[in-house]
């Protein structure tokens, strides 16, 4: 199993970024996946999830509105469409494939940085 | 939402101690508790699903227990591998949420 996330970068506050995760390994189209971002220095914060068509989708508080998750069966990619994007989004995003029946999250990227700064 | 509450938020410890780290939901989750390893610039490692399962190829040093509100991670033998940062997180409903996170330093 292989993620691998792209995307990140610099952006000033307000602005937009779409984050990719390119996935390997499994049955992309059978496994729920979702994304987790870090503040430097902070502890883990779960962002959104995906279910696998596509047609449900979760989002935590302070990304409603602003984030949009979705994912490709046919090219087995997972976005992350941000915008209005605010100082406090600063994180490190990884993607992460969901073990199945509430088991969490089994395999993560590596995680891409997102720097949102004048 | 369903907040969860780790602790001690850091614990020193030597090789070979033991540890135990506790992780309290703010309602009940049954057993929909996951418990995840991260070490300095890695993104997080499953260790236990379903508050007490272990993930393959884990350590059996490694153990979880508890339902309903309370859970336990309890690290037997401690390894110098074994020295990073630990997080609880519940699978219950969404939106998931995640402990503040539980430092294993080396005393």
């Known amino acids: 199993v292989q993620l691998l996330e792209s995307g990140g970068g610099l952006v000033q506050p307000g602005g937009s970024l779409r984050l990719s995760c390119a996935a390997s390994g499994f049955t992309f189209s059978s496994y729920v996946l979702g994304w987790v971002r870090q503040a430097p220095g902070k502890g883990l914060d779960w962002v959104s999830c995906v279910g696998t068509t596509g047609s449900r989708t979760y989002y935590t508080d302070s990304v409603k509105g602003r984030f949009t998750i979705s994912r490709d069966n046919s090219k087995n990619t997972l976005y992350l469409q941000m915008n209005s994007l605010r100082p406090e989004d600063t994180a490190i995003y990884y993607c992460?494939?969901?073990?199945?029946?509430?088991?969490?999250?089994?395999?993560w990227g590596q995680g891409t940085l997102v720097t949102v700064s004048s | 939402d369903i907040q969860m509450t780790q602790s001690p938020s850091s614990v020193s410890a030597s090789v070979g101690d033991s540890v135990t780290i506790t992780c309290r939901a703010s309602q009940g989750i049954t057993n929909w508790l996951a418990w995840y390893q991260q070490k300095p610039g890695k993104a997080p490692k499953l260790l236990i699903y379903?508050?007490?399962s272990l993930e393959s190829g884990v350590p059996s040093r490694f153990s979880g227990s508890g339902s309903g509100t309370d859970f336990t991670l309890a690290i037997t033998s401690l390894q110098p591998e074994d020295f990073a940062t630990y997080y609880c997180?519940?699978?219950?409903?969404?939106?998931?949420?995640f402990g503040g996170g539980t430092k294993v330093e080396i005393k």
């Open positions: 992460a494939k969901g073990r199945g029946n509430n088991g969490g999250f089994d395999y």
């Open positions: 997180q519940q699978t219950d409903s969404f939106p998931l949420t």
């Open positions: 379903a508050a007490s």
